[in-house]
């Protein structure tokens, strides 16, 4: 995706703010996938999520309540909240691929690796710290200075033939041992000397379900085939609530660390790319897409330093969250 030319003037700013390095504090994206909003999930899932959404709220964070993706998919919403842009010349491009859709989003994969946000926080005087995942939009950051992932090979061609025999299936890490690497080194990110814009991509609560609300290990999918293998898909509500509930609890745990040990006031973001999809394909209606009114509203929750939380507002969507905490 072609840069829009306002992002040389947003570097080049960037670049002349970097002498404040010493006074700025680590920054912390982290996207539950698939999290639905709070009454999405009283709605569809007779869920009450106010406790956690309470939790945030005692830590001082802002629950947009009416806060929604742009995008309907993965792909879409990350590259428009990292671009702090619309894609709608790529919408387009992606509605009108007839038969090359696979070539289509590769646009918007590389909009997602090479993205604005992180730019400028590095210009800025940032250090860059991702952690990759097994989907492609998030399995490699090149612009990282500093990458965690669990299985650097598990997309290589030499993975895929050592995987089709039985002895090295056993051995090949597991779609559950992702989410816990992933949730581990979010916690220690806050060790890490200098400021740090910390991207962390976390693949719960989407199904495939192999996570019990207690932490324990319900289905061994190897993480070659996180979204090839199904484990009941959005319909199995039961255990899509199951994930929100561990996944709650590691945030939990995750910001009381980061809050304790930050030399500085954090900025973290909880926000999920796009919502669930239990009224996809729905009886009689089989080939129909999850409602919008399940898969756009987004759990979005911000703690920001007082000069940008005057700008937060119940309605924000995600493309407007870093132009805020840039802008501030």
């Given at each position: 995706m072609e840069p829009p030319e306002t992002d040389a003037t947003?570097?080049?700013?960037?670049?002349?703010?970097?002498?404040q390095r010493a006074t700025l504090p680590d920054v912390y994206y982290i996207v539950p996938d698939?999290?639905?909003?709070?009454?999405?999930?009283?709605?569809?899932?007779?869920?009450?999520?106010?406790?956690?959404?309470?939790?945030?709220?005692?830590?001082?964070?802002?629950?947009?309540?009416?806060?929604?993706?742009?995008?309907?998919?993965?792909?879409?919403?990350?590259?428009?909240?990292?671009?702090?842009?619309?894609l709608e010349p790529q919408v387009a491009l992606l509605r009108d691929a007839q038969g090359a859709e696979a070539r289509a989003r590769t646009i918007f994969y590389n909009a997602i690796s090479n993205a604005l946000v992180p730019q400028v926080f590095?210009?800025?005087?940032?250090?860059?710290?991702?952690?990759?995942?097994?989907?492609?939009?998030?399995?490699?950051a090149p612009l990282a200075d500093l990458r965690y992932n669990l299985a650097p090979i598990v997309g290589s061609e030499l993975y895929g033939v050592l995987l089709r025999t039985t002895a090295a299936r056993s051995l090949a890490p597991?779609?559950?041992?992702?989410?816990?690497?992933?949730?581990?080194?979010?916690?220690?990110?806050?060790?890490?000397?200098?400021?740090?814009?910390?991207?962390?991509?976390?693949?719960?609560?989407?199904?495939?379900?192999?996570?019990?609300?207690?932490?324990?290990?319900?289905?061994?999918?190897?993480?070659?085939?996180?979204?090839?293998?199904?484990?009941?898909?959005?319909?199995?509500k039961d255990a899509y609530i199951d994930q929100v509930i561990y996944i709650n609890g590691r945030l939990r745990q995750a910001i009381d660390y980061i809050l304790k040990v930050s030399p500085k006031p954090p900025i973290i973001v909880v926000q999920s790319d796009h919502g669930s999809a239990s009224t996809a394909r729905r009886e009689g209606k089989e080939k129909l897409p999850p409602l919008p009114s399940e898969r756009l509203p987004s759990?979005?929750?911000?703690?920001?330093?007082?000069?940008?939380?005057?700008?937060?507002?119940?309605?924000?969507?995600?493309?407007?969250?870093f132009r805020v905490i840039l802008r501030e």
């Open positions: 947003v570097l080049s700013e960037a670049r002349n703010r970097a002498g698939g999290y639905a909003r709070g009454d999405v999930l009283a709605r569809h899932y007779d869920f009450d999520n106010s406790e956690f959404l309470t939790y945030l709220r005692s830590r001082g964070f802002y629950v947009a309540e009416r806060a929604t993706a742009n995008y309907p998919m993965t792909f879409m919403s990350l590259a428009a909240t990292l671009n702090m842009t619309l590095k210009a800025l005087g940032y250090r860059y710290v991702a952690v990759e995942t097994s989907w492609r939009g998030t399995e490699s597991s779609v559950a041992d992702m989410h816990f690497y992933a949730l581990d080194r979010l916690a220690t990110i806050a060790d890490l000397p200098d400021p740090t814009f910390a991207f962390v991509h976390l693949l719960l609560p989407h199904n495939p379900y192999v996570i019990d609300r207690h932490g324990q290990v319900r289905a061994n999918v190897p993480l070659s085939l996180n979204f090839a293998i199904k484990t009941g898909g959005w319909e199995r759990l979005s929750a911000l703690l920001v330093p007082e000069s940008a939380r005057a700008a937060l507002y119940p309605e924000m969507s995600n493309v407007n969250t």
